[in-house]
């Protein structure tokens, strides 16, 4: 596996993925398809972050039991937000400190893919990368998501779940697909 090819991929997935979680959405609570260009394009971002964090914690497996264990990965790596959002909520600091709120729930995000990063390739690099995919899958969630708020909005988390887990499986399928499609393009690649 290349760094190239999984960032392809990712966008790939992490659009599809976004796809998947507006329908869920619009299922759910109600359709956002007239406001989910945004969404998709943050969706695509988080892809390719996914995608960096695949290639650097999985460096050499491309199938899809280790693209739905990674979904998951990605998935717990949002929910330290999601519980300390719910907590600030209780508490009602969410309200009184936004800014103070939006930088913990940076930091939470990137606390959160990183340690898992870590624990998983026991390396700094993949800690970052999978810091940099749960910030990124923290914003294409539009924030933390208010799961405690009410059962639609923990709905919303399980669907971010579903869309982890299909958009890991994805990226794992495709990306030997999109690496021999760009060796065909640009030629043998060097190993990274």
Known sequence: MNRRSSLVAGAVSG??????FATLHAIIIVPIWNRMMMGL???TVAGVAAGWAYAEIEPSETNP?????????LFVAVLPVTMADAVLRGMDFTQQ??????????AIAVAG??????LRA?????????????????????????AARNVRAAEIFLAVLVASLFGG????????????????IFGAEKPE
Do not use: Q, Y
């Open 15 to 20: 659009l599809l993925a976004g796809l998947l």
């Open 113 to 118: 893919g990183a340690a898992i990063g870590w």
């Open 65 to 73: 039991r280790h693209g739905l264990t990674f979904g998951l990965l």
């Open 41 to 43: 394009m943050f969706g």
């Open 169 to 184: 499986i994805l990226l794992a399928v495709l990306e030997p697909h999109v690496r021999r499609l760009l060796a065909s």
């Open 122 to 146: 026991k390396r700094v690099r993949p800690a970052i990368a999978m810091g940099a995919a749960a910030l990124s899958l923290t914003l294409a969630m539009g924030g933390p998501v208010p």
């Open 97 to 106: 400190h936004r800014n103070l709120a939006d930088a913990l729930s940076v």
